[in-house]
């Protein structure tokens, strides 16, 4: 697969978040491997793939999960983007990836959180997990992305009954 085969007219890779949620409302926050880094898993969408589709295949190949192990409890409505900092714009690979264009999904694990590992796939992505408060990743997050976390958090919160954030005013 070409690099400009996935990146948009505009310069954005489509993509999928993945929010994954415990019976307690708190969602999963990995750290990538060898990094203080902290984030939701996400991945590019194939030419050809479907947004659940590429759902699925990154739920595999960054959690080790597989479609019976998780409910879809809904998807963003639109595209949510944002741009990289241009330390990560990758240059002289066909069209220029400015940032990305992502749907999220929020799923809720079925079974045993044990099931959870990173060895699926032979470059793994994360090296450890924790559950969160389902608001701590939109400030935590590297800040380019805090706006779009926020806004997939709010958007898809009501789906599993988390209660909007209150902002002190």
């Known amino acids: 697969m070409k690099w400009d085969q996935?990146?948009?007219?505009?310069?954005y890779r489509p993509n999928v978040g993945?929010?994954?949620?415990?019976?307690?409302?708190q969602a999963l926050w990995a750290k990538r491997i060898g990094q203080e880094a902290w984030q939701f898993p996400q991945g590019g969408i194939k030419r050809g793939e479907s947004p659940r589709d590429a759902?699925?295949?990154?739920?595999?190949?960054?959690?080790?999960?597989?479609?019976?192990?998780?409910?879809?409890v809904g998807v963003t409505q639109g595209w949510?983007?944002?741009k990289l900092p241009a330390r990560y714009v990758r240059q002289g690979r066909g069209r220029v990836c400015?940032?990305?264009?992502?749907?999220?999904?929020?799923?809720?694990?079925?079974g045993d959180e044990a099931r959870v590992h990173f060895d699926s796939t032979p470059t793994p992505?994360?090296?450890?997990?924790?559950?969160?408060?389902?608001?701590?990743?939109?400030?935590?997050?590297v800040e380019f992305k805090r706006e779009v976390y926020a806004r997939a958090l709010a958007e898809l919160a009501p789906l599993i009954g988390v209660l909007p954030r209150t902002v002190p005013g």
């Open 55 to 72: 759902l699925f295949r990154e739920l595999y190949e960054e959690l080790g999960l597989l479609s019976v192990d998780v409910e879809v």
């Open 125 to 141: 992505e994360f090296d450890s997990w924790r559950w969160v408060d389902w608001w701590l990743p939109a400030d935590e997050v």
């Open 98 to 110: 400015i940032g990305h264009k992502q749907k999220w999904f929020v799923l809720r694990l079925l």
């Open 80 to 82: 949510l983007r944002y």
């Open 6 to 11: 996935v990146i948009d007219s505009d310069g």
């Open 18 to 25: 993945i929010i994954l949620t415990n019976s307690a409302g």
